[in-house]
């Protein structure tokens, strides 16, 4: 296995030495890092290297500041991936992840660099539904999450899923977490929707049949923006459908990679 480390990147090969044709970026949801997507590596392709985002705030960057909004992060993410596109490359992002990869891709196309060859979203909603995002996790929409007392903000978190027990049981993880949970909850309920631009780049749309924050409809209209080409597959689950086992996911995943190698698109 390879190993690098950058302060923004941690990329991984599955086989040493074998030769690299294809790049996937995952980013991760709200509150979460690189764990998010633990050994996937070992389950796609021996062409492909695996490079987890690591973001401010969490993981080996937990004494840096988690960063709010949309635009200052994917300037910063701007800069920083340049020196990793020199291969054809795809975006993966769940959740929050899945709009921080949007709009990373939709300023390398305002930039006219280099664009993934798949984005791949999974569990959020389509830019034009983002303004209902708030409404989805509390009662009231004027009524943001990431504004709610810790207590409030951890028991809405708690029933969407995604964070163990024993987690949620230890008093320094929580300490640990909530500033940044909170400061990425921020992030999805202040975006922007009318800035969201049509990309020329094909979309994978997926998501679980169980979500109770994002719906089918929800996911569809991703449709909306891209001008490639947009497939949308539901998997048995909740918002976060692939975190007991990623296995179905990265079985897909891995066909989309062999369909690129192939030249079949």
């Avoid at 990329?11 to 690189?34: N, S």
């Avoid at 949309?70 to 991936?81: F, G, M, P, R, S």
């Avoid at 993880?173 to 909850?185: G, Q, R, T, Y």
């Amino acid at each position: 296995m390879k190993l690098e480390k950058d302060k923004w990147f941690l990329c991984k090969q599955k086989k040493k030495g074998r030769k690299i044709e294809y790049r996937i970026f995952l980013f991760p949801p709200a509150g979460g890092d690189v764990s998010t997507y633990l050994h996937w590596e070992d389950l796609l392709p021996d062409f492909v290297e695996v490079c987890f985002i690591k973001l401010p705030g969490r993981g080996m960057r937990i004494s840096e500041s988690a960063i709010d909004n949309l635009d200052e992060l994917t300037e910063k993410l701007l800069v920083e991936i340049e020196k990793y596109i020199d291969l054809p490359f795809v975006f993966f992002g769940h959740s929050m992840g899945g709009l921080v990869a949007y709009g990373l891709a939709q300023k390398m196309q305002e930039r006219n660099m280099k664009l993934p060859k798949k984005l791949i979203i999974s569990s959020i909603k389509a830019p034009s539904y983002m303004n209902k995002f708030t409404e989805s996790l509390t009662d009231d929409n004027s009524d943001k999450l990431y504004k709610k007392s810790d207590q409030e903000f951890l028991s809405r978190v708690e029933k969407l899923g995604g964070i163990p027990q024993i987690l949620l049981d230890s008093k320094e993880f929580l300490e640990l977490i909530l500033p940044v949970f909170k400061s990425d909850m921020k992030l999805c309920e202040t975006y922007n929707p009318a800035n969201a631009k049509v990309l020329d780049i094909p979309f994978e749309i997926f998501g679980g049949n169980k979500d109770e924050i994002v719906n089918k409809e929800e996911l569809n209209g991703w449709k909306e923006f891209t001008n490639r080409g947009c497939s949308v597959t539901i998997f048995p689950g909740n918002h976060f459908y692939f975190l007991n086992s990623p296995t179905t996911l990265l079985f897909q995943i891995s066909n989309i990679f062999h369909d690129l190698y192939f030249k079949i698109e």
